[in-house]
């Protein structure tokens, strides 16, 4: 009698435990639907490269048998970093491929576009790939979490430096029209106060322009000594390399999501680059600093099997790397228990987590107050063969 009752209370739980999983969208006992917008097409296709590292990152874990027992099935649609096209994938992820949650969309203005949609289908949206402010603000995104360093916080640590090196300077910003670019101009504003409008000068530039080439001409006629670049790196690249046709011998700094060698320092010229600054939260792969580094020996290994024929000097693989790691610990964390509300929730209790890739000293640490996941960086130079990276760790603290 009492096995019978061991018996029925046993097939209760499993019953119960089931009916709790088909509740949940893109949960299954085998498996877990999560779902990516990326621009692997169009004018911010190099930075998309961060949804085919993270597709290869998810393969791996796949391959050494998923998380808890389940297999990823991540489903990544390319927008061409065009909202209307984000939108039409977004509601597809949700409505069609009843995904789990969103996890790495890139682009600021494909991410703008949805955010509402995916806030009323009460689905989170994890380590977006964009460090846009508004995205940190918990009140008007709760079920967000960003996946960068933000624009503000980047964008007052090159005033900073800029103001230290370069004090009696005027500073040029080219800037991309959207949240993005705007972000960096208002971080100057901020920290620079009354003083900005006599020490910068700034022009924008629409992702639909063929070529900035007329901008970094006026820029270098103001007289300014440093040039500050807030875009993507197809432009970042045109920017540095009609700077130095011109023979504009300026500062150059260039923002985080442009800091790649292969996307933007090797179309722009490496030679035509020495010099340029970028702020960064990882180790940089031509580093000889880190060729018996565990973390990156590692990273070289898994781009051989399953990015083979790459350009490993692309930093954008190694951010989709960064973010793989990231979810296996945030499904980690989440146990059998993959409600979208505790995945939210384990998103934002990330508690000194290393990864193996990021410089020493960055960790990602989250709170349920806070939205962001990387609130660090360091600053690096390119010397013409690689990065070098120079002065201490920075965070929204110390900028």
């Not at 977006?128 to 980047?154: H, M, Q, R, W």
């Not at 800029?162 to 991309?176: G, M, W």
């Not at 490993?312 to 964390?333: P, R």
Request: aromatic share 10%; glycine share 10%.
């Amino acid at each position: 009698m009492i096995a019978k009752w061991k018996i029925a209370i046993a097939l209760a739980v499993l019953l119960s435990g089931s009916a709790s999983a088909a509740e949940e969208p893109g949960i299954s006992a085998t498996e877990i639907k999560i779902g990516g917008v990326f621009p692997f097409s169009g004018p911010a296709s190099s930075i998309g490269l961060v949804g085919k590292g993270l597709i290869a990152y998810v393969q791996s874990l796949n391959d050494r048998g998923g998380v808890n027992g389940r297999k990823i099935n991540y489903i990544a649609y390319d927008d061409s970093y065009s909202p209307p096209k984000a939108v039409e994938h977004v509601r597809k992820l949700v409505e069609s491929d009843e995904v789990s949650f969103m996890f790495g969309q890139l682009g600021t203005p494909g991410i703008s576009a949805t955010a509402k949609y995916l806030r009323a289908k009460g689905v989170p949206s994890i380590a977006i790939v964009s460090g846009s402010s508004k995205f940190t603000d918990v009140a008007n995104y709760p079920l967000t979490t960003t996946g960068l360093v933000s624009y503000d916080t980047e964008g007052k640590i090159y005033a900073k430096y800029l103001t230290k090196t370069l004090p009696n300077a005027k500073y040029a910003i080219l800037y991309q029209n959207d949240d993005l670019g705007k972000d960096y101009v208002n971080a100057f504003k901020a920290y620079l106060g009354a003083e900005y409008d006599r020490k910068v000068v700034a022009a924008s530039y629409e992702v639909t322009e063929p070529t900035i080439d007329s901008q970094v001409t006026n820029l270098k006629s103001s007289g300014a000594e440093a040039l500050v670049i807030a875009g993507t790196p197809k432009f970042a690249a045109q920017a540095i390399r009609q700077a130095s046709v011109i023979g504009w011998k300026a500062t150059i700094i260039i923002n985080f999501p442009s800091a790649s060698v292969g996307g933007t320092l090797a179309p722009a010229g490496l030679d035509k680059s020495v010099g340029v600054i970028a702020g960064t939260t990882y180790k940089d792969v031509g580093d000889e600093a880190w060729k018996n580094d565990p973390g990156m020996q590692a990273y070289k290994s898994f781009f051989e099997k399953y990015l083979s024929g790459a350009d490993i000097t692309n930093g954008s693989y190694l951010v989709g790397y960064q973010q793989g790691i990231l979810l296996e610990q945030i499904l980690k964390q989440c146990g059998n228990d993959l409600s979208r509300k505790n995945i939210l929730a384990q998103a934002k209790n990330l508690k000194n987590v290393i990864v193996p890739v990021a410089l020493p000293g960055i960790e990602v640490s989250t709170s349920e107050n806070s939205n962001m996941m990387w609130t660090q960086m360091r600053l690096q130079r390119w010397t013409g063969t690689t990065y070098q990276l120079f002065g201490d760790v920075l965070d929204a603290k110390s900028e």
